[in-house]
């Protein structure tokens, strides 16, 4: 995983271990245009574009994710910005030092606002899974260096399953990395076997250290949800990682948010971020997770991914895998075997449909009209016979005497 740059001290360059999160000056639109700055807090009246490019409010009529854990395994969340009033955030562990309820670099505290932030006066933003609790677990040190080299995959493993073990329904992990740690992937399995579907960033090119197709980790494991990162027109963007892990898709850039401890910012204007991206899968997981609580992880999964918006029912890419999620059609879809897409859990591979040769065996039958066929023959030869012997007789006739 690439390391996670510290926050400037005025403006709040955030970058994920999954994809940067850049910010800059609000758009004309939103209520003041200053750079967010860390200690001066500031709500956006916008309402967050990927909102109603997911059609959260007719989604919301069927869910919101009351009574949904969602873990955001991260740098922690501010519990300080009023997006998390009491009873929002639910325990919370550091593996790294500092505090799970302390966010130092932003980035946790973005994720979480795009999953469950609850509304605040003068601010736009709220979550996806708007009645969804979080659960804080922080694997990425405040006080991390760039030349520190990785975060701990072993910190990662660790969050995991205690968030499993915390009784999380979803886990949010926008963090990736190119080894597949047998830790890791056990934390996955562990995490599954207890009820919750892991939801992860399929990675993102900007902040690799290796910018190559290929699969990320946790997002890999066949378990996991892994996301890319679609732009406005809700196309992948080339700053996502492509490969055979990627599942789904998700709106990534000009993300409106919640900021530190400080209100709202947007982030990722630059270029799409996957980070962001899995949070609202994670989200749309937590409204899923609330409306067929018992279905279990698997799933939910196949849910999410069958109900996904692409060009071809039947297969998937890729670069944006089954497609691009669909809350509403996630939470009203009936599924079974013969839905194109994605296989259910348990479901018989599907034939393949491969052209025969096989023989036909045809019996002999009488044709009825072979009296008729015949007759007309007769009369056929005996016209041409009548004809020749006409014009021989002609012939005859006009033949010279001697």
């Known amino acids: 995983m690439s390391p996670l740059p510290r926050a400037g001290r005025r403006t709040g360059a955030v970058a994920a271990l999954a994809a940067a999160a850049v910010v800059v000056p609000l758009p004309a639109s939103a209520a003041a245009p200053e750079a967010c700055v860390e200690g ?42 009023r997006h998390f009033p009491d009873g929002v955030l639910v325990g919370g562990r550091s593996f790294v030092g500092g505090s799970a309820r302390s966010d130092e670099r932003t980035h946790g505290t973005a994720v979480a606002g795009i ?7 003068g601010s736009g933003v709220v979550g996806l899974a708007r009645g969804a609790r979080v659960l804080p677990v922080k694997v990425v040190p405040d006080d991390q260096r760039e030349e520190d080299g990785e975060v701990g995959v072993a910190a990662l493993a660790r969050g995991i399953r205690y968030a499993a073990e915390e009784g999380a329904d979803v886990i949010n992990v926008s963090l990736s990395t ?4 047998p830790r890791l992937r056990s934390a996955v399995r562990f995490a599954t076997g207890r009820g919750a579907l892991v939801v992860a ?20 494991y066949p378990e996991a949800v892994a996301v890319a990162a679609a732009g406005p027109d809700d196309r992948v963007t080339e700053d996502s990682v492509h490969g055979e892990h990627v599942d789904l898709t998700a709106p990534g850039r000009d993300v409106l948010t919640s900021w530190g401890a400080w209100g709202d910012c947007y982030l990722s204007q630059e270029g799409a971020s996957t980070s962001y991206a899995t949070a609202y899968v994670s989200a749309a997981a937590a409204l899923v997770a609330e409306r067929f609580h018992a279905d279990g992880p698997a799933r939910w999964k196949h849910r ?8 071809r029912r039947d297969a998937r890419d890729d670069r944006a895998g089954w497609g691009l999620v669909q809350p509403v059609e996630a939470l009203t879809a ?15 591979p599907r034939p393949s449909a491969t052209p025969g040769s096989e023989r036909l065996a045809i019996a002999p039958v009488a044709d009825p009209l072979v009296g008729d066929r015949q007759q007309v023959v007769w009369v056929a030869v ?21």
Not at 115 to 121: G, Q
Not at 382 to 399: D, K, P, T, Y
């Open 115 to 121: 999953v469950a932030a609850r509304p605040v006066d």
């Open 304 to 311: 999410l991914e069958a109900t996904a918006a692409r060009d």
């Open 334 to 348: 009936v599924l079974d075997d013969s839905v194109a897409g994605p296989l259910a859990p348990g479901a018989a």
């Open 40 to 81: 001066t807090t500031r709500y956006v009246a916008d309402t967050p574009s990927a909102l109603t490019r997911l059609g959260a409010n007719r989604a919301w009529q069927l869910a919101t994710g009351r009574g949904v854990v969602v873990a955001v395994v991260d740098s922690g969340v501010a519990e300080r910005n």
């Open 201 to 220: 960033s399929a990675g993102n090119r900007r902040t690799a250290e290796d910018p190559t197709d290929g699969p990320r980790y946790p997002a890999a």
């Open 382 to 402: 005996a016209s041409v016979g009548a004809v020749l012997g006409l014009a021989l007789v002609r012939l005859l006739r006009r033949r010279p005497t001697g």
């Open 178 to 181: 190119t080894t597949d740690d």
